[in-house]
């Protein structure tokens, strides 16, 4: 037995070894109606996999002009897929260049005069151009004498490869139902085997399609074909899907934002004492004491007292406070809260007299501008103007304080599934996002909501935000009682207790005790298995030939020539079939050029980046 499977795996790895002999013997017959045989090449048959199917859905035959244009573009096609042409037309215009997409017509030899046409397909599907601007078209170069000599010759199967790609690219666009299984490229003419496989029907507007332009649809298109399956719902109601009580629990997550804008009294305001507030904008200017010249009337040495309490209800906001100015005939001292802050003409620091003579005859002015923000925390604070005066006399005190009464934004995200997401008995069912639907069934859909700007605090205080989520709906599936689980208590001491040569075992005896067993065993050789595909990384000279809105690029460099790189599928000899005019770069192997791939895309994104202008020039 182990030798006739041995035999099987070997003539069925001849036949699946690689990705050519995959294609060469079933992918091409099959979607092309040909013969395909059976693994020990004892039976041929002809598989019905695609509706309709083809040798010949498109041929592309170019002639080279002497200028080095294709003159002449003559363009065959099996438009119903019944096996035999039943279209031929001509390219209006020479092609003086290739895109992706589209190509170049300009005066025959030169890139001058140049016009672009965009691969196209009309009312009745039938290929046609249209004409673009240039940015529209993707990945083009230049092919006549303009460029280089004998591009189109030298290049004929990547010149077939790249125009025979645009056309094909503009047919299966427009009728997704035709798939291309293998293209053949013959001399100066390439040949597309085709066949409609995606779906058998007459009208090329596929609902299937739809999903692209709308992958949203696909969660909810799902759901509602599964409700509609038998299998599904047999599944559904067995007693894995239904044997254990569920409680669906609801909860949100809400990003709450408030916008405030207080007024200039509501962050500091006087409440008692003063006798006057000096509102300008957002500052303020608390006056207090009696500043009138001999308003105040003493003995031999009279102390009177000014108190002025300021309420302080945001002091984050205050920008700037200070004692700007004080005077008195004779003495003054300010304190706050009690603590001393100023006093004159002399130092004053006692609660008693003046340490010195009352009458001075004269008035003192003071200017400290002390900051008193580290004085102006929340609450309430009394300024305390104390003034000696003998005979007349008068005092003042000034304090000023500007604030801060912008927009302010109050944000707080709010987690009412904190208590069901620390419960392991719950599993996230399903959630709306922004109204995403981000989860359905206890499965992720991959959308995610686009980051939003909501403009917040009406028209007095326009405020603009943006949030990744402002609301995520969920829901959460909990398990109440669960269903009784079988004994896998014997599989697992088997899997914990064996070895790759010693088979262990448990056994539950009618005593309700356990017997264990142990015995030999081994697995036939499975024999060994390739890491990879062998492959090897060829190159060949070629012109530079690439073409932007600004002209060829090879015009552009001192040096116009590069080279392409090539990979193919290493022989069953492990040789490397290299093209004409190739030279190996690597040899045969598993070959991973995925670090020069990240170079080359980050070269080219530095380079674009670089190329943009992000400033003014002085």
């Known amino acids: 037995m182990e030798e006739r499977a041995r035999a099987a795996a070997e003539a069925s790895r001849a036949k699946t070894s690689d990705s050519d002999a995959l294609q060469q013997n079933y992918v091409t017959p ?11 090449n004892s039976r041929t048959f002809a598989p019905n996999i695609a509706c309709q199917k083809t040798a010949t859905m498109l041929e592309v035959l170019v002639q080279p ?11 065959a096609r099996d438009t119903d897929l019944d096996g035999s042409v039943d279209s031929t037309a001509n390219l209006p215009v020479p092609v003086s260049g290739i895109c992706a997409n589209g190509v170049i017509s300009c005066q025959p030899g030169t890139w001058n005069g140049c016009s672009f046409f965009r691969w196209d397909v009309d009312a009745a599907k039938a290929l046609k151009l249209t004409s673009v601007d240039m940015p529209k078209l993707a990945g083009c170069y230049c092919l006549n004498n303009s460029c280089g000599t004998n ?43 085709g066949a409609q496989s995606t779906a058998c029907s007459a009208n090329p507007d596929l609902p299937q399609t739809a999903y692209r332009a709308n992958p949203a649809t696909i969660a909810s298109d799902a759901y509602a074909a599964s409700t509609g399956n038998s299998v599904f719902q047999a599944l559904k109601g067995s007693a894995i899907g239904s044997g254990t009580a569920l409680q669906y629990r609801h909860c949100s997550i809400e990003r709450r ?3 405030l804008k207080p007024g200039a009294e509501d962050i500091i305001s006087r409440t008692s004492g003063g006798y006057s507030t000096i509102e300008n904008g957002t500052s303020f200017d608390f006056l207090m004491g009696s500043p ?16 002025m309490v300021l309420h302080v209800n945001d002091p984050d906001r205050i920008v700037d406070a200070r004692l700007v100015q004080f005077f008195a005939d004779d003495w003054a001292q300010v304190r706050i809260d009690g603590i001393l802050v100023g006093s004159g003409p002399s130092p004053w620091t006692t609660l008693g007299l003046p340490p010195g003579k009352c009458e001075l005859k004269k008035t003192f002015y003071s200017y400290p501008n002390l ?21 007349g006399g008068e005092g003042f005190a000034q304090v000023h304080v500007d604030v801060d009464n912008s927009c302010k934004t109050l944000e707080q995200v709010v987690d009412g599934c904190g208590a069901i997401v620390s419960d392991p008995q719950c599993k996230l069912d399903s959630e709306l996002a922004d109204g995403v639907q981000t989860w359905i069934n206890g499965v992720a859909t991959g959308l995610r909501p686009l980051p939003q700007t909501r403009i917040l605090g009406g028209p007095s205080c326009p405020t603009q935000l943006t949030r990744d989520f402002f609301l995520k709906d969920r829901t959460y599936r909990c398990a109440v009682d669960d269903i009784a689980r079988p004994d896998t208590s014997r599989g697992a ?3 914990d207790h064996s070895t790759e040569t010693m088979l262990a075992d448990r056994t539950l005896q009618s005593d309700g005790s356990y017997a264990t067993s142990t015995r030999a065993f081994s697995l036939p050789d499975r024999g060994s298995v390739p890491a990879c595909e062998p492959v090897c990384k060829t190159r060949a000279p070629k012109a530079n030939s690439e073409a932007a809105p600004d002209g060829v690029v090879g015009a552009k460099q001192n040096v116009p020539t590069g080279y392409d790189s090539f990979f193919h599928a290493c022989t069953s000899d492990n040789r490397c079939p290299a093209g004409p005019g190739e030279e190996v770069v690597s040899a045969c192997g598993c070959l991973d050029d995925f670090p020069e791939a990240v170079v080359m895309m980050q070269t080219v994104r530095l380079a674009g980046a670089d190329m943009v202008c992000t400033g003014n020039v002085p």
Request: net charge negative; proline share 2%.
């Open 151 to 193: 591009l189109a010759w030298g290049n004929m199967a990547s010149v077939l490869r790249d125009l025979g790609g645009g056309m094909i690219g503009a047919l299966t666009t427009a009728d997704p139902r035709y798939g291309v299984a293998e293209a053949v490229i013959d001399g100066p003419s390439i040949r597309y085997v």
């Open 371 to 391: 900051d008193l923000r580290s004085y102006l925390t929340a609450g309430d604070h009394e300024i305390w103007l104390r003034v000696a005066v003998a005979e």
């Open 292 to 307: 009138a010249d001999n308003s105040l009337a003493g003995g031999s040495c009279t102390l009177i007292d000014f108190r």
């Open 65 to 75: 002009a002497g200028t080095g244009d294709l003159g002449k573009v003559t363009i």
């Open 493 to 495: 001491y088997i899997i």
């Open 257 to 259: 934002v408030t916008v």
């Open 30 to 40: 099959g979607l092309a109606g040909q013969q395909i045989s059976t693994v020990d």
